[in-house]
């Protein structure tokens, strides 16, 4: 009944859709002009209740979904931190959807389910975890963070997946930068903690966390009757890209037996080049780690990753039967997540992993942080615009002498050939470029430049 008359057909007929968007997706604007109000016009429908030929929905899509999409591939794209997903991750993407597995379970998908483990392994690999690590590919680094504590939570409270944290004698406080990402935020509240129990220690002048100000905040706490419990480092802020000090927060971890967790997932992706390997120094430390092949491995959207130095502790929060852990026991996925349906990110990332092999992606992750530090060189000798911080991965944030408005229009004065997005720094408003683009030219950069240059002095005339 679902089958479709001419398959092969359409897919010739989609694939030539996506061919052209692919070949065409660094040429003109980023972003589509449509606003709201004209994508409802052009989409909203009431529900068929009879169906059309394939066909026709391909040619709608072509015609009106493509061109209304935002071309996060453009090279030009210098915003958020989606970044381009690589040609290879793309093959290896539609190859997945192909023949759509589930592996929660190894028969529900069994080549799938051991390549996960594989691509688990190499990850692990990376970043210095030994073979107890363990972990499992999710949505993304929101719900890798949550898997994460929803362990750490476990490990640190035995049976408090079963029973609750309700009856703690002495309540759980985490501590993260003020700078980390709202994911932290939504972690802690879903797990019980609650947001109040969240500290967001001080920062200093490269806005990674400020141990003194972390180390009193932990003190505080425990006069208080509290029980510190977990550190959340950031390694890369979504913002300015900074990494904290890993290595000291392990030691004050240690110091307070606690949990140290990092977000990496943005820039856990320096992992692959060796000046990110210096920034993450101390990374194999962590407890855990969350890191997004769907950030800076250039794989598509959704990839996540989730790294527990020690497996069992996501299986012992996960687990769906009443077996005790063992690490001879062959891994099913249901038992190490919060999914249980699920599709396969490992088959992308596995696939383009592969197909690029390692130093080809650590050139472009060099190169991208290359890139993000001649930028920032370059801002530096422009009057009228500010540098707000030094890049320590592929995040620039600056800011014209003005503030919100000049940053705003400079936004939209490029607009039709960049895309960059404004953001606010420590309650400074700026433009932030992010250059984690594999397709991103330095002449490019230069045009970026050179656009700055000419609307600082447009503004002098
Ligand atoms: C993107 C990001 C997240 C959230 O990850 P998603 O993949 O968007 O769910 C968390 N932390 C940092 C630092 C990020 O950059």
Known sequence: MLKVERFDEYLDQLFDVIKEYQRDISVGRVVPKASRHDMEKLLFEDVPMQGSDAAHIIDEFREKVVPNSTKVGSSRFLSWIITSPSQAGILGEIANIGISQAPFNFKAGPAATVIEEMVIGWMGQLFGYSKKSGGILVSGGSVSTLTALGAA??????????????????????YTSKKAHSSIDKAVGVLGFGKNMLRKVNVDEFFKIDINSLEKDIKNDIKQGLKPFCIIAQAGTSLSGAVDDIDALSNVAKKYGMWLHVDGAYGGGAILSKRGREILNGIEKADS??????????VPTEAGCVLVKDK??????????????????????????????????????????????????????????????YFAKEIENIDGVRLLHKPQTSAVCFAFDEGLIRNEAFLMEIEEEFFLSPANLMGEHCVRACFSNYRTSIEEVDLLLSKIKSFVEMELK
């Open 153 to 174: 939570r476990e490990a640190f409270l035995p049976g408090s997946t079963q029973n609750g944290i309700q009856n703690v004698s002495k309540p759980l406080t985490l």
């Open 289 to 298: 780690i969350s890191v997004d092949p769907h950030k800076w491995f250039f």
């Open 312 to 373: 069992r502790h996501l299986y012992n929060a996960y687990r769906t039967g009443i077996a005790e852990f063992d690490d001879n026991a062959p891994i099913n996925y249901l038992d190490y997540g919060i999914q249980s349906t699920r599709t396969s990110r490992a088959i992308k990332t596995w696939f383009a992993i592969k197909t690029y092999g390692i130093k080809k992606l650590s050139q472009v992750v060099d190169s991208n942080i290359e890139m993000a530090s």
